[in-house]
Structures are given as C-alpha cells and as structure tokens.
C-alpha cells in the first residue's frame, strides 16, 4: 500500500514538474538591445597612401666621371644654385683645350683662305687687263676666273669650320659646367646616391644623385581608393588620417586631386586620390604609410540606430496588435527605397514580444546608421541580437526570416 501512494507521489511530482517547466518554457527566451542615440554621423571612405613632399626634385648628371667631391649629406637644408657634389673636371677641361686648339686652327685656315682669295682676285684682273690687250689667250682668264672663284669657296668652307668648331668649345665648355652638380631649388636633401670615389655613367640615362623635398612643410597623400568608393569622392573634401609614428594623433588634410589613370592589380581596380598636408612641425616624413579616412557625408544632431538593430531577424508566431503599429515577419520583406533613402525595419521589445517598426535610414559610418524616419525617439531599445531559446529560433528561421 505504501509503495502505491509512494508511486502515485511520484507521478504527481512530476506531471506538476512537467506542467510548471511547460508553462514557463518562454523564460529562456532573451534578447540583448542598445538605446537609440541622437548625436553627429559621418560617412567616410578609408584608404591607406605614402606621405611624400608635393615637389621632389631629382638631380642628376648630364657628364660621366667620378665624383671627386660632396658637399652636402642627407637632411642638409640647401639654396638653389648651391653646389651639391664635383665630378672629376680633368678629362672635361681637356677636352676644352683641346676643342681650343680646333677653334684657333680654324680660325688661321680662315686667314690662310681670305690671303688666297687675295691672290687669285689680283690674278684675275692681271689676267682681265692682259686679255684686254691680246696678251694672254682666253683659257689663261677662264683659269683665273676659276681660281679666283675657289679661293672664295675656300674661305667659306673656312669660316664655317670656325662656327663648328666654336660650337664645339661651346659643348665642352658646358660639359665642363655640368660637373658642378648644383642645386635647382631651395630644399632638403632627402636622398643621397652616391659617395666620393664612386664613377656615374650618363651614356644611356641620367643618373640620380640626389633627391631634394622643395617643402617640407607642405606634404601630399597618395591614396588608392577602391573603384566602389570613387563615386562618393569629390575636390575639396575634409579628410583626417594617421601614420604609425604617430597613433594617438590625428591629422587633417583636404582631397585636391582625382587622378581618372585607373591602377588595376590582381582585378581590383583603385584610383589615385590626392590629399594635400600641412605640416608646419614636420612631423610627417616622406614614405611614411598613411591611414586616410575621407570624409563623403556628415549629418550633425541626428538620431542613429546600431547597424546590428538593421541586421536583426525574426518570425512571429502570432502577429501583434495591428493598432501598435507593428507588423509581423512570417514572410521575408525587402528594404524598398524613398527619394534616394532606403525604408528599413527594426525590432523593440513590446513587452516581452519582439515588435517591428518600419523606419527610412541615411547615410550610415559601419557601426551606426541614422534614422530620417519611422516610429524611433531618442532613448528606444532596439533589438540587435537573441540569445538562449530565442537564438536558436532566429537561426534556424534566419536564412528565411529576413528582411
């Protein structure tokens, strides 16, 4: 008999256990929400480019030979016109002299030249005035005649040799000049090549000796920017960036230029979008990597909601009270689309039911988006994930639940 009341205890027990954890199977559901914000969004596009000065002169040499002596070294601040390093003159200055002697032997051949035409021109009017006379037969004046025209050939040939070879001074000459390597512009030297002793070659191209920033105070971005985000891009606007020297500040800049030469590397089609710089403290360096964030769209005072809220999927058993103003989701519904800005919908817990309110979002910075419209005010708590029961229901209706 104890054993029936026993057992009949028991099963008591446990119907009572079974209805009570059946009644309350909904506990476990729980959702995890974020308040609706009201403050300043902005949209950018990031990019990473090198730090270079606006102007980089490269000099380098018009002359072969060795470089005999420098002048000046790496971060040396130099004037334009400076002497930057001596190439050996020796094997220059000798072909001076000797481009010299040419000019100077020329130049006698041109006197040796208007003393012939002398002679043959006093030789033709003898012969002219002897020929007058019967004195001499007709082929003796055609003889002067010639002769007389030759040497004035001679001659200028003559002086025309004097011109080439004066050109030719005139090349050694400046070839002479070009071993004084100077300097074009005010600047820093920021790269040196070479060291004394060593030979450059300038037979095939212009070596580079140095390479000279005109201002550092003024710097440029080279960025690449992907062919998505090109679009969102214009002249003139406000971009911040970092650099790894320099973590914890950040820098303004402004886009000038936007080059249209496409750069594609394995398919990925980027752009070049220049950033100008100010760099009064010369902080920033040349080939220093630059984090860019360009700033396409700022909203300021505007109420954002966390883009996990618009990502946020779910599916009613029951659909809530239409006069509240929510709707359920048993179907998947797309984002439409309003003057240019997309409707949306998110998830607020009315009561301890999930209930979805339509809304028309902006422009959005990755983490958060603005709300133009729709049934949110500052303070709502919108669903952006489900955790326990309600988790794996979201998952298991996920790739059909959404919207």
Known sequence: ??????????????AAGGFYLYKNKGNGVQFRTEKVTRGDLRASVTATGTVSAVTTVLVGTQVSGTVKELFVDFNSSVKKGQLLAQIDPALPQARVAQAKANLLSAEANVQKAEVALKDARRTLERNRDLFGRNFIARSDLDTAETNEQSAAAQLNAAKAQVEQNRAALQQEETNLQYTRILSPVDGVVISRNVDIGQTVAASFQTPTLFSIAQDLTRMQIDTNVDEADIGRVVVGQVVSFTVDAYPDTTFPGKVSEIRNAPTTVQNVVTYDVVVKVANPERKLKPGMTANVSIITALEK????????????????DKAPDQGKGGTSA?????????????????????????????????????????????????????????????????????PRGFF
């Open 1 to 14: 008999m104890k054993k029936i009341v026993v057992v009949v205890i028991l099963i008591g027990a446990l």
């Open 301 to 316: 005072s505007v109420l954002t909601v966390p883009n996990a809220a618009l990502r946020f999927k779910w599916t009613l």
């Open 330 to 398: 048993k179907r998947p519904e797309t984002a439409g689309e309003t003057n240019g800005q997309k409707k949306q919908g998110v998830w607020i817990l009315d009561g301890q039911q999930p209930r979805r309110i339509p809304i028309t979002v902006g422009i959005s910075d990755g983490r958060n988006t603005v709300v133009s419209s729709g049934g949110l005010k500052e303070g709502d708590a919108v669903i952006v994930e489900a955790t326990g029961e309600a988790k794996k229901t979201e998952q298991r209706i996920g």
